[in-house]
């Protein structure tokens, strides 16, 4: 079976947070999924020989973490405690790794830390530092929700008139829905 990701391309950390929907369920449940994911991610991180269950363990807990915290700060709040921790926990297996902190003026910051590393713990230390990315970067307030019915993955608009995760699929759904409300008026 072929898994088709419903959006890539966006920040890493975005495109792990999408892999997990109402709609399409989890696209990364199983080590295959992950792999067939870490695949389509080609040149963005270190590739792996397989994937483990513990793995996947941790990329799990680095999206769930991502997904919580990324919430918080798009509405302007401090991300809850356990997020943070989680996150840091992930960076922290990284022979290079920031640590996420709330500043006093409301933002994050993520200073610079040296270390040995565990590799088999280097795929989440990779995905929390793109997380790490994403939060610091001030244009994390711009990250939207696709406004297509029923959708709800996020993406960066590179243009602020973006509204779809995917033009062609979700905008298509919306422009045909009008269309189509337009032209059955007059037939009920």
């Avoid at 990324?70 to 356990?82: I, N, S, T």
């Avoid at 590799?119 to 995905?127: D, F, G, Q, T, V």
Wanted: include cysteine; charge should be positive; charged fraction near 20%.
């Amino acid at each position: 079976m072929t898994v088709t990701f419903p959006l890539l391309g966006e920040p890493l950390a975005l495109d792990l947070v999408n892999t997990r929907s109402p709609a399409f369920g989890d696209l990364i449940a199983t080590p295959a999924g992950l792999a067939a994911w870490l695949a389509e991610q080609a040149g963005r991180l270190t590739p792996l020989a397989a994937v483990t269950d513990a793995e996947l363990t941790r990329v799990h807990a680095v999206r769930e973490a991502v997904r919580a915290a990324l919430e918080a700060v798009r509405r302007g709040e401090r991300p809850p405690a356990g997020t943070l921790r989680v996150l840091n926990g992930a960076l922290a297996a990284a022979p290079a790794h920031r640590a996420l902190a709330w500043t006093a003026d409301g933002g994050l910051t993520a200073p610079a830390h040296r270390q040995a590393a565990d590799p088999a713990r280097r795929l989440a230390a990779e995905l929390a530092e793109a997380a790490a990315d994403l939060l610091t970067d001030p244009r994390v307030g711009d990250v939207r929700g696709c406004e297509g019915a029923e959708c709800v993955l996020l993406f960066l608009p590179a243009n602020p008139r973006r509204r779809w995760c995917v033009a062609g699929v979700c905008g298509n759904r919306a422009r045909v829905a009008r269309y189509y409300a337009r032209h059955t008026k007059g037939e009920a």
